[in-house]
């Protein structure tokens, strides 16, 4: 049966877009996020009112509002919409309550960051906290081969035993460790979850895969990761790109949805110690050896930065992508204003395109004035 | 077999410090014998343990530009 001889069967049905088929507005663009596959799928804007439409008409009713020549081009989006299994025809919506909003976590903290260049932090009173917080992720990048490959199964060997699931490192590379040095500590600490070496000789990435396959091959295979690009400083972070995008699920959206993608139950150790939400943000809350991160973590100031939702920023909120995009706050278009878009992000909702950030008219001097910034004496 | 409730012995337990609030301070045989039939009619699958390993944090942790 053709796919209009079943729209002209189905004039008394709904047309049931499926509760994890979330259609999500832009401005030239709009997105179907399917939270079960994990996909996004765009369509043009103009078709994003069918789904109010969808959800008070039946669909003999909304074929009938329109001329023929719409009504072929609302045939086709049927079947887009059908191709990609994002509804079924029902006699009656009722039975299908959407998926609640909620966001929640068990621990204050979910993430950490640790940065390390010229001298070293307070690392087991810097995991203690953590560990009382509940924090699952923890990242340490360094810029100097002051923290290297040793040091981070050291430190992953003192997280051992807390709330801490992943440590995962950003480290320059080092000429006298081999790929076996490499291979020995990651296998050694299985809470190392993954490792990028930067400034290395060449661009690959090592991988012990086990033979495992399927959903458990991520789990054991090894991966280190080498490229030639060089992590300078804090600065190299932030990018926003297609790539970079979250493969949509109900926990991403719902929290995407209520907080800020970045920053949300992160806290930060910056290279010189300090605690920040972010180590590119400006705003310092003390040192970590002054100041208990627990109590940091539960103050309002610090938690502000958590509740800078997509939808509050400007451009990004009129951008499809807003609920996959884990956004950025220490990099921003303009940096006077705290609900500018991220500038290190390339995408125009407007036009739908693409481009590179680095094309922006001074792009270069608004990150250097982001860079003397974090300079500034601390901002209690 | 004898139906009648026992009074247990205590010392022994409070001699070696434990506690009497684990105590069953009567004791049937009928019970006993109850539970035991009972327990070798138990069927039990194999015992399966089941840990979920968290091998990445559920989104990039940092956006490093590498």
């Not at chain 1, 490959?149 to 995962?168: D, F, M, P, W, Y």
């Not at chain 1, 490192?169 to 040095?181: I, K, R, T, W």
């Not at chain 1, 926003?240 to 806290?267: D, H, M, Y």
């Not at chain 1, 991160?293 to 992508?321: G, N, P």
Request: net charge negative; charged share 25%.
């Amino acid at each position: 049966m053709s796919s209009d001889a079943t729209w002209n069967e189905s004039l008394d049905k709904y047309v049931f877009v499926f509760t994890d088929c979330v259609p999500v507005k832009g401005s030239a663009a709009s997105a179907i996020y399917d939270l079960t596959r994990g996909s996004i799928s765009t369509f043009p804007s103009e078709y994003y009112p069918l789904f109010e439409l969808f959800r008070t008409r039946r669909l003999g009713q909304i074929l009938g509002d329109f001329s023929e020549e719409d009504r072929a081009n609302l045939r086709d989006f049927l079947d887009f919409l059908s191709s990609n299994e994002y509804m079924a025809l029902v006699d009656d919506l009722g039975p299908f309550p959407e998926i609640p909003s909620s966001f929640n976590e068990p621990g204050l903290i979910d993430n950490a960051i640790i940065d390390v260049r010229s001298q070293h932090h307070d690392y087991r009173k810097i995991v203690e906290a953590l560990d009382s917080l509940g924090c699952q992720h923890v990242q340490v990048r360094s810029y100097s081969t002051l923290f290297g490959l040793r040091h981070l199964g050291e430190l992953a060997e003192l997280c051992r035993g807390t709330s801490i699931q992943t440590v995962e490192g950003v480290l320059p590379h080092e000429p006298s460790l081999s790929d076996d040095d490499y291979l020995r500590t990651m296998s050694a600490n299985r809470l190392l979850a993954g490792l990028t070496v930067h400034s290395a000789d060449q661009d690959r990435t090592i991988r012990v895969e086990y033979g495992a396959s399927g959903t458990s091959g991520p789990l054991v295979t090894i991966e280190v990761r080498m490229t030639r690009r060089k992590m300078a400083s804090r600065l190299d972070c932030g990018a926003i790109s297609r790539s970079e995008l979250l493969a949509p699920s109900t926990r991403a959206v719902n929290e995407l949805r209520l907080f800020n993608g970045c920053l949300n139950r992160k806290i930060s150790i910056d290279e010189d110690g300090h605690v920040r939400n972010c180590p590119a943000m400006a705003r310092s809350f003390g040192h970590h050896q002054a100041v208990a991160l627990t109590e940091v973590a539960s103050s309002s100031a610090f938690q502000s930065a958590w509740r800078i939702r997509k939808d509050d920023i400007q451009v990004c909120r009129d951008c499809q992508y807003r609920y996959a995009c884990t956004d950025c706050r220490a990099f921003l278009e303009d940096p006077d204003a705290e609900n500018s878009k991220p500038l290190k992000c390339g995408y125009d909702p407007y036009t739908d395109q693409w481009s590179d950030w680095r094309a922006k008219p001074h792009a270069a001097d608004t990150l250097s004035r982001h860079e003397q910034r974090i300079r500034l004496p601390i901002l209690q | 077999m004898n139906d009648e409730l026992e009074i247990l012995v205590l010392d022994p337990l409070l001699r070696q410090r434990l506690p009497i609030g684990f105590a069953r301070i009567f004791v049937s045989h009928a019970i006993l014998d109850e539970s035991k039939a009972s327990l070798l009619t138990l069927q039990l699958s194999k015992y399966r343990h089941h840990t979920t390993f968290v091998r990445a944090a559920d989104k990039p942790i940092s956006k490093p530009e590498l």
